[in-house]
């Protein structure tokens, strides 16, 4: 299956601030990328899908002017958590799948905590 | 719409017990269905998957076979170990892996 990893793993920010978080396909050419938000002991919950090259589509209910997404290359996807809030704080996992996948490859996860 | 259900945990089991977690799914058409697994502080690993009815999926010695007949995915490990405490999650697709829908999620807590 393919690599992904995303950047940083863990990240603390004041509250106001904007966090980016990276999510790179090492080997894989995504075509399409996911991401996902995680809370405490629940499941992952889908925010939007990216197609490279296009704008996001977002779940209902999921911010897009807070939560940005970029999908610039087949390797590359970026989600912008702007003028954070503690209730932001969480798991925000990414994913990839492409053309010939029948399944997602997930990242590792990044934790926010917003303080 | 569709959707996944998943028995509720915790699950405590003492190592070298067997394993079920039970899933159940509601879909249209004939969903691929997945079983994946994420241990304390980590994203999400495929641990099996199956892509049409009786098929068994199989990894680790970790097994589910679908059922068409009872819209069934449950898990199951002959014998389980310490390092398998993790949450496990049942997935459908319906699009070849490009909209995934979760359960809950089930936490496995093993004992030594």
């Known amino acids: 299956g393919a690599v992904v990893s995303q950047h940083p793993s863990r990240v603390i920010c004041k509250s106001g601030t904007s966090v980016k978080i990276e999510c790179r396909s090492l080997?894989?050419?995504?075509?399409?990328m996911f991401w996902y938000r995680q809370f405490p002991k629940k499941s992952l919950m889908l925010m939007a899908t990216?197609?490279?090259?296009?704008?996001?589509?977002?779940e209902q209910g999921v911010e897009k002017d807070k939560f940005l997404i970029n999908h610039a290359s087949l390797t590359l996807s970026t989600l912008t958590v702007t003028s954070a809030h503690p209730e932001d704080s969480s798991f925000y996992i990414c994913?990839?799948?492409?053309?010939?996948?029948?399944?997602?490859?997930f990242g590792p996860g990044t934790r926010l905590t917003v303080l | 719409g569709d959707s996944v259900t998943q028995m509720e945990g915790p699950v405590t089991l003492s190592e070298e017990a067997f394993l079920t977690i039970n899933c159940t799914y509601t879909?249209?058409?004939?969903?691929?269905l997945f079983w994946y697994v994420q241990y304390p502080g980590e994203g999400l690993q495929l641990l099996l998957k199956?892509?049409?009815?009786?098929d068994k999926g199989s990894n680790k010695g970790f097994e589910a076979t679908y059922r068409k007949e009872t819209t069934s995915f449950h898990l199951e490990k002959g014998s389980v170990q310490v390092s398998d405490s993790a949450v496990y999650f049942c997935?459908?697709?319906?699009?070849?892996?490009?909209?995934?829908?979760f359960g809950a999620g089930t936490r496995l807590f093993v004992k030594a």
């Open positions: 990216s197609n490279e090259g296009s704008k996001a589509t977002y």
């Open positions: 080997d894989f050419q995504a075509t399409t």
């Open positions: 994913s990839v799948s492409g053309i010939g996948a029948n399944e997602q490859f």
């Open positions: 199956a892509t049409k009815a009786d």
């Open positions: 879909a249209t058409g004939y969903p691929s």
């Open positions: 997935a459908l697709s319906n699009t070849g892996g490009f909209k995934t829908i």
